[in-house]
T-cell receptor
Framework: EPEVTQTPSHQVTQMGQEVILRCVPI?????FYWYRQILGQKVEFLVS????????KSEIFDDQFSVERPDGSNFTLKIRSTKLEDSAMYFC????????????FGPGTRLTVL | EDKVVQSPLSLVVHEGDTVTLNCSYE??????LLWYKQEKKAPTFLFML????IEKKSGRLSSILDKKELFSILNITATQTGDSAIYLC??????????????FGRGTQLTVWP
């Protein structure tokens, strides 16, 4: 069964450094998302991406964040200058088409900012 | 203000017990309600309830949607230790949007003791 994959599973970085989190969505899906979950808190939406552009972003997704789909399979989240409060689990999700709401989530990347 | 409210926040039962998890939601233009199971990492999809599908069942798990009272329940019968997880309820952005961001509740942490 196709699934969303993410790499790395765990990333440790120093405050101020740039990180890139990688995702490979399910191959015939058209909508892509990033969510994050700070330890002990709820899953929060960051950004959605469709047709090679950002379609919606939350107030969390400020200028430090960017997303890209550099080729036909990868979907990346870049944090330009990490802060301590960026430490969280980052989930990528994908959705097949506009007619369904079901999103399928990847295993997540745990980002630790020291 | 939370769009999706789950209760209880945690629940401890013994194997064989039946549990009922609750989710209440807001609605501007109802689309659907989704249930996910989160074990160690990624939320895995369980059910999607819509206006045309207000009851779903899969094995020992079942879910019902009450559109009038704006809540859903997830039932698990004959619980097993493998059911221990956080159960998440999520509502997509309203019908006017095809972009699909999900609003999650805080989840119910279910622990099943042998």
């Amino acid at each position: 069964e196709p699934e969303v994959t993410q790499t790395p599973s765990h990333q440790v970085t120093q405050m101020g450094q740039e990180v890139i989190l990688r995702c490979v969505p399910i191959s015939n899906h058209l909508y892509f998302y990033w969510y994050r979950q700070i330890l002990g808190q709820k899953v929060e939406f960051l950004v959605s991406f469709y047709n090679n552009e950002i379609s919606e972003k939350s107030e969390i997704f400020d200028d430090q964040f960017s997303v890209e789909r550099p080729d036909g399979s990868n979907f990346t989240l870049k944090i330009r200058s990490t802060k301590l409060e960026d430490s969280a689990m980052y989930f990528c999700a994908s959705r097949r088409a506009a007619g369904t709401d079901t999103q399928y989530f990847g295993p997540g990347t745990r980002l630790t900012v020291l | 203000e939370d769009k999706v409210v789950q209760s209880p926040l945690s629940l401890v039962v013994h194997e064989g017990d039946t549990v009922t998890l609750n989710c209440s939601y807001e609605v501007t233009n109802f689309r659907s309600l989704l249930w996910y199971k989160q074990e160690k990492k990624a939320p895995t999809f369980l059910f999607m309830l819509t206006s045309s599908g207000i009851e779903k069942k899969s094995g020992r798990l079942s879910s019902i949607l009450d559109k009038k009272e704006l809540f859903s329940i997830l039932n698990i019968t004959a619980t097993q230790t493998g059911d221990s997880a956080i159960y998440l309820c999520a509502e997509p952005a309203d019908r006017g949007s095809t972009l699909g961001r999900l609003y999650f509740g805080r989840g119910t942490q279910l622990t099943v003791w042998p």
